[in-house]
């Protein structure tokens, strides 16, 4: 089992910047893939950013490429959203999620992740 817990969102400007945090704890946090997810009013949760843990490959949905980064400090059980040059668009709550790693990990679908956190919500302001 793993617990993940978000922390981070709030309300700011267009062009400006947040940090999320993920705090995992419970059985080894190292060994799992890790990705970061949005669910805006009304859609469907949808795919923004993962960490693949045996080949430290990152992966970003093409709307936040250049803008958000995703990064994880093991050591500290912890993994990050930095996101930077906001939009309205970005309005969503934000959910961090783990994978077991695997041959077979199809990294932007739902169903692929065991765990979830409760999510942390994001507000853009025009």
């Known amino acids: 089992q793993v617990q993940l817990v978000e922390s981070g969102g709030g309300l700011v400007q267009a062009g400006g910047s947040l940090r999320l945090s993920c705090a995992a704890s419970?059985?080894?946090?190292?060994?799992?893939?890790m990705a970061w997810f949005l669910q805006a009013p009304g859609k469907e949760r949808e795919f923004v950013a993962a960490?693949?843990?045996?080949?430290?490959?990152?992966y970003y949905a093409e709307s936040v490429k250049g803008r958000f980064t995703i990064s994880r400090d093991n050591a500290k059980s912890g993994v990050y959203l930095q996101m930077n040059s906001l939009k309205p668009a970005d309005t969503a709550i934000y959910y961090c999620?783990?994978?077991?790693?695997?041959?077979?990990?199809?990294?932007?679908?739902?169903?692929?992740?065991?765990?979830w956190g409760q999510g942390t919500q994001v507000t853009v302001s025009s």
């Open positions: 960490s693949r843990w045996s080949t430290e490959d990152t």
């Open positions: 999620a783990a994978a077991n790693d695997g041959s077979s990990w199809k990294e932007t679908y739902t169903y692929a992740y065991d765990y």
């Open positions: 419970g059985r080894t946090f190292s060994s799992y893939n």
